[in-house]
């Protein structure tokens, strides 16, 4: 039996679908039409991004059903209001006929961000690069998943100990070895990145590190986060903030070779739906650009690397400038 793999939807993939084919569905599942109730398309960019995480479009029908609910509940309870005849005596023993009638909602009834927020309850998902980015030793990574792919924060930090590293996060096999490969590709070049050492000639002297891949619950494998590894180190032990609109992927080799990764469509799917503006990917991934729709690619920069140095260079405000022509020694060196 073959295995066919299928894509998931982009953002304004969704919302074509959700325009053309959703909403409509659902008004008229829930007795409704587009003279009651209207959601403008900036509605539903706030219940793509805000409310789902998938690949398909499931989750977003679900969501636009229950604002079709919503609203349904809210007409049907005003239509069913009677009018109300109270009869009452006057002083004088005349009948006085008091009247209230039910005021209808103006239609057609518009759900705007606040109605939706209203309905939904609070955002699901909000974007938390920038505040994740804030201080060094943390990097944003790309990875592959069954819903599409996903970004991951990478974190690091050091504490006092002999030299160990420790690793969190429901890590596979293939990822606890890009993890080693990434610390001592540091250990051997942290000298070119201007990094000192406080004692001795080994960053990991008197001190583990720590690599946590954050929500610990899911399971993680796979080569592509080598350079995002190394990027946090780097950025741990130069003191120095990743920059807050990158996000990578890619293998790395023990001389710091960046080979291609599989999933690219995936990822680069994910990094725009998080807001992230800029993406390192390995040269040799530059093909897969093709498979993405261009309405995506055009809100992008690729940064296309072949070596871990092009990875820092790109990674960090500034690069590292002066250590550029030390650097292609050592590259020079290994070939």
């Known amino acids: 039996m073959e295995v066919i793999h299928v894509g998931g939807y982009t953002h304004e993939e969704k919302l074509q679908i959700a325009v053309k084919h959703l909403i409509s569905k659902q008004l008229e599942e829930h007795g409704l039409s587009n003279d009651v109730l209207v959601i403008p398309e900036e509605s539903v960019k706030i219940v793509i991004s805000k409310y789902t995480r998938e690949a398909g479009v499931r989750s977003l029908e679900r969501k636009i059903g229950a604002l079709c609910r919503a609203v349904a509940v809210k007409v049907a ?6 009018n109300r005849v109270s009869n009452s005596e006057g002083s004088d023993g005349d009948k006085l006929g008091v009247i209230e009638f039910s005021q209808p909602p103006e239609l057609p009834i518009v759900l705007d961000e606040n109605a939706v927020e209203d309905i939904l309850g609070p955002p699901v998902y ?22 599409g792919g996903d970004i991951m924060f990478v974190e690091a930090t050091t504490v006092e100990g002999d030299g160990q590293l420790i690793l969190t996060g429901q890590l596979g096999d293939v990822m606890k070895e890009s993890a080693k490969l ?17 004692k001795g000639n080994d960053v990991m002297e008197n001190r583990d590190i720590h690599i946590h891949f954050p929500a610990g619950a899911i399971g993680k494998d796979g080569p592509s986060a080598g350079v995002t590894i190394v990027a946090v180190l780097v950025s741990l ?91 292609e020694k050592v590259i020079l060196s290994n070939l």
């Open 77 to 82: 309870e005003k239509g069913s209001e009677l």
């Open 126 to 147: 909000e974007s938390e690069v920038c505040n994740r980015l804030s201080q060094p030793g943390v990097a944003v990574g790309l990875a592959w998943t069954a819903v």
């Open 182 to 198: 990434a610390v001592n590709w540091v250990r051997t070049h942290y000298t070119l990145y201007g990094i000192k050492t406080n």
């Open 237 to 327: 032990f130069s003191g120095r903030c990743v920059a807050s609109d990158v996000a990578m992927t890619g293998e790395i080799t023990l001389h710091g070779l960046v080979l291609p990764v599989g999933g690219v469509k995936e990822k680069v799917l994910a990094a725009h739906r998080s807001g992230i503006r800029r993406i390192i990917l390995p040269t040799r991934n530059k093909k897969d650009l093709l498979d993405i729709p261009k309405s995506v690619t055009a809100d992008l920069t690729f940064v296309f690397v072949n070596h871990i140095d092009d990875v820092l260079q790109a990674a960090f405000e500034g690069g590292f400038p002066e250590t550029g022509k030390l650097v």
